[in-house]
């Protein structure tokens, strides 16, 4: 069974930085899309950012200039490095794996921004 694996999720106060972390099995991983989803209580889960298999990116506008996806092949892992956080961006953070018909969700990690 596939598992993604999260970590790196916490409280920061506004403009402060996280970085979020996903691990999964090397047999999806490689041929995969990668994404982070957000979702706070009684709204829609949201895209934030996603990279393919091949490393292109995309970004919601509410966090482009401030958030960065990355992916790290050796260790499977797919990182999301926070900047410049703000409170609107307090939520519980998925990592989310696309492909093959497939898709598999993280359990999710929780991101407070807040003084």
């Known amino acids: 069974q596939v598992q993604l694996v999260e970590s790196g999720g916490g409280l920061v106060q506004p403009g402060g930085s996280l970085r979020l972390s996903c691990a999964t099995s090397?047999?999806?991983?490689?041929?995969?899309?990668m994404g982070w989803y957000r979702q706070v209580p009684g709204k829609q889960r949201e895209l934030v950012s996603a990279?393919?298999?091949?490393?292109?990116?995309s970004y919601a506008a509410s966090v482009k200039g401030r958030f960065t996806i990355s992916r790290n092949n050796a260790k499977n892992t797919v990182y999301l490095q926070m900047n410049n956080l703000k409170p609107e961006d307090t939520a519980v953070y998925y990592c989310?794996?696309?492909?093959?018909?497939?898709?598999?969700w993280g359990q999710g990690t929780q991101v407070t921004v807040s003084s």
């Open positions: 090397r047999s999806i991983f490689s041929i995969y899309t």
């Open positions: 990279i393919s298999s091949r490393g292109s990116t």
């Open positions: 989310n794996a696309v492909g093959g018909g497939m898709t598999y």
